[in-house]
């Protein structure tokens, strides 16, 4: 029994489990958001688990600072967002504009689709997010120009 408990304080700490830990809000949250997905999110994730495209891994409403990316490919640092029609209104619109400045800031892709795009072309969806997944990823968040000037990177809106 000494053993045993000897040889777990020694295993490498998860640094997932050490984030669930400290923020007791995410997980259940994340847990919620993902019960309460919509159609077109629950078609495309039937689509991106398991490893299906490109043998890349994604999660569900995966933290990102603050804020929780629909899915995420992390190793990739691809975040794709679903947006429904109430996106497309007011404060919603600054809203998804900070988002995705912070994401990207953080080093991410941001790929947004509306519903009725996963719903009605769905393997054209697929198609851009396989393209997203092949292109070459930067080596960090800001790359220092080589001219020394500032760079215009667009982000992907596939919508």
């Known amino acids: 029994m000494l053993a045993e ?3 777990i304080q020694h295993r490498p ?3 997932l489990s050490r984030e669930r830990e400290r923020d007791g809000v995410r997980v259940p949250r994340a847990r919620a958001l993902r019960q ?3 159609d077109a999110e629950h078609m495309l994730w039937q689509k991106l688990r398991s ?3 490109d043998g890349v891994k994604f999660r569900r409403q995966h933290p990102v600072g603050s804020y929780f990316v629909d899915f995420a490919c992390v190793p990739k640092r ?3 967002e679903l947006d429904g029609g109430q996106h497309a209104h007011g404060s919603a619109i600054v809203y998804d504009e900070h988002r995705t400045l912070f994401l990207k800031s953080a080093g991410w ?3 947004r689709f509306w519903n009725h795009e996963v719903i009605g072309n769905l393997e054209g969806v697929l198609e851009v997010i396989l393209h997203a997944l092949r292109e070459p990823t930067s080596p960090s968040p800001q790359p220092s120009p080589a001219s020394g000037r500032g760079s215009n990177s667009a982000l992907i809106d596939a919508r």
């Open 78 to 80: 691809l975040a794709i």
């Open 13 to 15: 700490e998860n640094p």
């Open 5 to 7: 408990a000897r040889d």
């Open 109 to 111: 892709q941001v790929l």
């Open 51 to 53: 490893r299906q495209i």
């Open 36 to 38: 309460n997905s919509t």
